[in-house]
T-cell receptor
Framework: AQSVSQHNHHVILSEAASLELGCNYSYGGTVNLFWYVQYPGQHLQLLLK??????LVKGIKGFEAEFIKSKFSFNLRKPSVQWSDTAEYFC??????????????FGAGTRLAVHP | EAQVTQNPRYLITVTGKKLTVTCSQN?????MSWYRQDPGLGLRQIYY???????DKGDVPEGYKVSRKEKRNFPLILESPSPNQTSLYFCASSLVGSSGANVLTFGAGSRLTVL
């Protein structure tokens, strides 16, 4: 079965530190990749997505992610975090074959706390 | 404003008492889906619908029912709730493109406690 792994469940950083959140998936075919963010008390919203083309994608609020097909990874990065980045981050993968067109598989999430 | 609206936002109920969580979207999206969010497990799909009268099971459908009689509404029904259905529930919708369901728009969530 397809799965998505997020390596860090909790991350604590100081403001201005760099961030990298890991995401690996188990499906070997064509995928669509997403990062969603859930700020405290709010609903999930899209941070960025990869469908095809340039494997380095840029999203909102200075976030970016790199798709490395050979490593089945889609890690999220930000050069300098802010206190307002405190949130829970979810990686999600959609497999485009094997009936996966409408199934988005989420990782367990990473809680990021940024201290001033 | 384009949005997905869920009600109720908070509910405490008892084992066996049927309940319905409503979900409505105003974006004319074909695709709608229900997820439950549990600590350490992320979001798991319960049911989804590609269009009116078309529904299908997700990864954790046991104990739930859905219906899609109108395009905008996708209620989640718990016929006989049990404590293991205590969770945070999200409804989401999207357009359907050539590669299936697209970017999801999520509702604010419904926190359900079953005693």
């Amino acid at each position: 079965a397809q799965s998505v792994s997020q390596h860090n469940h909790h991350v604590i950083l100081s403001e201005a530190a760099s961030l990298e959140l890991g995401c690996n998936y188990s499906y070997g075919g064509t995928v669509n990749l997403f990062w969603y963010v859930q700020y405290p008390g709010q609903h999930l919203q899209l941070l960025l997505k990869y469908f095809s083309g340039d494997p380095l994608v840029k999203g909102i609020k200075g976030f970016e992610a790199e798709f490395i097909k050979s490593k089945f990874s889609f890690n999220l990065r930000k050069p300098s975090v802010q206190w307002s980045d405190t949130a829970e981050y979810f990686c999600a993968v959609k497999a485009l074959e094997s009936g996966g067109y409408n199934k988005l598989i989420f990782g367990a999430g990473t809680r990021l706390a940024v201290h001033p | 404003e384009a949005q997905v609206t869920q009600n109720p936002r908070y509910l405490i109920t008892v084992t066996g008492k049927k309940l319905t969580v409503t979900c409505s979207q105003n974006m004319n999206h074909e695709y709608m889906s229900w997820y439950r969010q549990d600590p350490g497990l992320g979001l798991r799909q319960i049911y989804y619908s590609m269009n009116v009268e078309v529904t299908d099971k997700g990864d954790v459908p046991e104990g739930y029912k859905v219906s899609r009689k109108e395009k905008r509404n996708f209620p989640l029904i718990l016929e006989s709730p049990s404590p293991n259905q205590t969770s945070l529930y999200f409804c989401a919708s999207s357009l359907v493109g050539s590669s299936g369901a697209n970017v999801l728009t999520f509702g604010a969530g419904s926190r359900l406690t079953v005693l």
